[in-house]
């Protein structure tokens, strides 16, 4: 399981990596649909994938603006969501943290140009 967490992105930038990954790792979960929060908070939109090896290959999805993403589990699931996102998006790595049994990777994501 890896926890996906968004920030710097607006509801339907948030919605189009949501959906990359459901597509690319199908699951039987409703989609989520991102909510703007109240007031005038910054947001942040998680979700969690169950990534499995046999994933759906994605092509270049767009986006509006630049988007923080912040993967956290396990070493295979997160190198595997990160795959998943490289097929949609241009990816930068911004740090990483690793623990005995899971990891962290900061992303930013980009339109495939």
């Not at 986006?63 to 070493?75: F, I, K, M, N, R």
């Not at 949609?88 to 049994?101: H, I, K, L």
Request: proline content about 11%; overall charge negative.
């Amino acid at each position: 399981m890896v926890t996906v967490s968004l920030t710097g992105t607006s509801r339907e930038d948030a919605a189009t990596v949501f959906d990359v990954l459901r597509t690319a790792f199908p699951t039987d979960r409703p989609p989520e649909v991102p909510e703007d929060p109240p007031g005038s908070r910054p947001a942040v939109w998680t979700a969690e994938f169950a990534p499995a090896d046999d994933r759906i290959p994605t092509g270049p999805a767009p986006l509006e603006g630049p988007v923080s993403a912040t993967l956290q589990g396990g070493y295979l699931a997160v190198d595997l969501l990160r795959e998943a996102l490289n097929g949609a998006f241009a990816v930068q790595e911004r740090g990483t943290a690793s623990g005995d049994q899971e990891k962290e990777v900061d992303l930013r994501l980009g339109a495939k140009r």
